[in-house]
Antibody, heavy 126, light 109 residues
Framework: QVQLVQSGPEVKKPGASLKVSCRAS????????LYWVRQAPGQGLEWVGW????????KYAWSFQGRVTLTSDTSNNIVYMEMSRLTSEDTAVYYC???????????????????WGQGTLVTVSA | SSELTQGPAVSVALGQTVTITCQGASLRTFYASWYQQKPGQAPVLVFYGKTNRPSGISDRFSGSSSGDTASLTITGAQAEDEADYFCNSRGNSDIHPVVFGGGTKLTVL
């Protein structure tokens, strides 16, 4: 079955860097792009960025530009998210999730995100 | 701020029908997809496209779309449907290429 399994919780100090992994199983990593999405405590979902593991192409949300780097290890079916210059506002659960390529249905584009990893809790505290 | 707008909360009596809405300019170009999230769990896809419900999702869940508004309807709501619901679509700009609604908390009374 298709599954995304993320690395464990992290505790970091302000100013430090973070690297979270997401291992895909049940399918070939290069066949789909992957999103990273975060959720601060009690808040909604915030898109962080996207990577196409086949080409290495990435796209980041403007608020994370220059601070987040997404990479992939296709031989081991793993995607990584690195985030630098952490602050307390980066405290959140970080999810990886598989993006489905856009399809047309009645002249409208449909996309969806499935499955999601279990989430990685990142706590930034002095 | 979210590029998709959802009401913060809605309640429904057990067994009744409830609709959650999501509004945004990108929904004129892209269908919304909908996710259910229970406390401490990852989001789960419950509906996408015009008529698509993933395998294993109850047929209580259905969706619709009109103009810039998408809706998720739960017919005959059950206690286990109590959760947060988020809508999502691609965005219309490079600044917001992927957008989420702020989420709607559903309470089943």
């Amino acid at each position: 079955q298709v599954q995304l399994v993320q690395s464990g919780p992290e505790v970091k100090k302000p100013g430090a860097s973070l690297k979270v992994s997401c291992r895909a199983s049940g399918y070939n990593l290069i066949d789909y792009s992957l999103y990273w999405v975060r959720q601060a405590p009690g808040q909604g979902l915030e898109w962080v960025g996207w990577i196409n593991p086949k080409t290495g192409e990435t796209k980041y949300a403007w608020s994370f530009q220059g601070r987040v780097t997404l990479t992939s290890d296709t031989s081991n079916n793993i995607v990584y998210m690195e985030m630098s210059r952490l602050t307390s506002e980066d405290t959140a659960v970080y999810y990886c999730a598989r993006d489905q390529p856009p399809l047309y249905e009645d002249w409208v584009v449909k996309t969806w995100i499935d499955p999601w990893g279990q989430g990685t809790l990142v706590t930034v505290s002095a | 701020s979210s590029e998709l707008t959802q009401g913060p909360a809605v309640s429904v009596a057990l067994g009744q029908t409830v609709t959650i809405t999501c509004q945004g300019a990108s929904l004129r170009t892209f269908y919304a997809s909908w996710y259910q999230q229970k406390p401490g769990q990852a989001p789960v896809l419950v509906f996408y496209g015009k008529t698509n419900r993933p395998s294993g999702i109850s047929d209580r869940f259905s969706g619709s779309s009109s103009g810039d508004t998408a809706s998720l309807t739960i017919t005959g709501a059950q206690a286990e449907d109590e959760a947060d619901y988020f809508c999502n679509s691609r965005g219309n700009s490079d600044i917001h290429p992927v957008v989420f609604g702020g989420g709607t908390k559903l309470t089943v009374l």
